[in-house]
Nanobody
Framework: QVLLVESGGGSVQAEGSLRLSCTVY???????MAWFRQFPGKEREGVAA???????TYADSVKGRFTISRDNAKDTLYLQMNSLKPEDTAMYYC?????????????????WGQGTQVTVSS
């Protein structure tokens, strides 16, 4: 089990950028790390994931605009979000999984951060 603490959310205008960070407390070497988001009244959905080897997976809705990365030396996961749209407005969550094929499958993740709000205005 690991503790995840997100930061970096906020409000931005459309076409703007934000970078989310997730600090990981605990042993997460080779764990799958991911960002999910949740719209009001909707299920949490996968945005981007990265495995221990640096292989990434993205939801179609964010491909080409968002970039997930991890700095194992700093125990930190990042999500660089560019060309933001109002429909990206959501609560964003960091997640971690020891499962080797977790990808963007929500049920594969047991450890979650508290979330950080991203609001994009038009």
């Amino acid at each position: 089990q690991v503790l995840l603490v997100e930061s970096g959310g906020g409000s931005v205008q459309a076409e703007g950028s934000l970078r989310l960070s997730c600090t990981v407390y605990g042993n997460n070497v080779n764990w799958y790390m991911a960002w999910f988001r949740q719209f009001p009244g909707k299920e949490r959905e996968g945005v981007a994931a990265i495995n221990g080897d640096g292989r990434t997976t993205y939801a179609d809705s964010v491909k080409g605009r968002f970039t997930i990365s991890r700095d194992n030396a700093k125990d930190t996961l990042y999500l660089q979000m560019n060309s933001l749209k109002p429909e990206d407005t959501a609560m964003y969550y960091c997640a971690a999984s020891p499962r080797p094929y977790a990808g963007l499958t929500k049920g594969s993740y047991n450890d979650w951060g508290q979330g950080t709000q991203v609001t994009v205005s038009s």
